[in-house]
């Protein structure tokens, strides 16, 4: 399982890659719109992967858990990642605008991470589910010991995401003053 995340996430980076040469070097727009779209579906071969392993018997270790996570993650960050090197690319090859930044103080910083903390929620959830059916369709508490283990890292992630967001909130860093 571990060698089929490592290779979703190079094939994650090289569909990535390829759709934004494709796009702003190459100038084939549909081509590029195909390759970005393409690294969505890398997240089915590491789910499809992990489904038939446990289907032909295996006992879940972390690596099946990690493959959970690795998909909710990059189901809930994967847009954002894709749009984040879409604006660079485009600006360092094709004259686009410079990147934005997110905003580094006040209120639009508080914002900005509790739109992030709201990506980690949806993430867990995606991971949660992913690990709930893993765990039914196998049907066997100590082959998918691992998965419960997994799941209960889910809350935390969330916790300390949301910890930091309201650090922010609550401590608000203000722009330093020059002079």
Known sequence: MVAVI???????????????AARYLLRQKTLGA?????TAFVDLVALIAAVI???????ADWSHG????????????GPTLVRWADERFAHRFAGGPPPTKPPKYGRGRA???W???????????????LLFAAIRLVDDAERTEALGGTLSVLPRIV????????TYTVFPKAAKVVG
């Open 111 to 113: 914002v900005y991470e």
């Open 53 to 59: 392993d446990l289907r032909g018997g295996a006992t």
């Open 159 to 166: 916790l300390i995401w949301g910890i930091v967001a309201l």
């Open 66 to 77: 990690l493959a959970a996570l690795y998909i909710g993650f990059s189901v809930a960050f």
């Open 6 to 20: 490592i290779a979703c996430e190079v094939g994650f980076w090289v569909l990535l890659g390829a759709g934004l």
């Open 115 to 129: 739109k992030l903390w709201f990506r980690a929620v949806v993430a867990c959830a995606i991971s949660g589910a």
């Open 34 to 38: 195909v390759l970005l779209v393409a």
